[in-house]
């Protein structure tokens, strides 16, 4: 059974910062491509920072130079450090994985997601 628990989510003041963690069970971490996603009052789920199994790191221009994805492959958990927090950060943050299996018709992949943490950035 695949869970991804997320924690450290919290209220944070303009300029703050915030730890994010997602801890991992039931895939293997190693090959698997992690993601943190956001999705703010009455908008859609977006992409905020992604690290493939190879480590190569991605980010949304909205949070590039001040988010950074990393991750722990022995404790299974992904890391977001948020810094410089501005009120448009808020939102539910999701953690995401997709992982590959392979079948008798290539490689897939499953995705999974956490339950979200709600990060409010706020005066």
């Known amino acids: 059974q695949v869970q991804l628990v997320e924690s450290g989510g919290g209220l944070v003041q303009p300029g703050g910062s915030l730890r994010l963690s997602c801890a991992t069970s039931?895939?293997?971490?190693?090959?698997?491509?992690m993601g943190w996603y956001r999705q703010a009052p009455g908008k859609e789920r977006e992409l905020v920072a992604g690290i493939i199994s190879a480590g190569i790191t991605n980010y949304s221009d909205s949070v590039k130079g001040r988010f950074t994805i990393s991750r722990d492959i022995a404790k299974k958990t992904v890391f977001l450090q948020m810094n410089s927090l501005k009120p448009e950060d808020t939102g539910v943050y999701y953690c995401?994985?997709?992982?590959?299996?392979?079948?008798?018709?290539?490689?897939?992949?499953?995705?999974?997601w956490g339950q979200g943490t709600q990060v409010t950035v706020s005066s």
């Open positions: 995401n994985a997709k992982t590959p299996r392979w079948t008798a018709q290539g490689r897939v992949y499953d995705t999974y």
């Open positions: 039931g895939i293997i971490f190693s090959i698997t491509d």
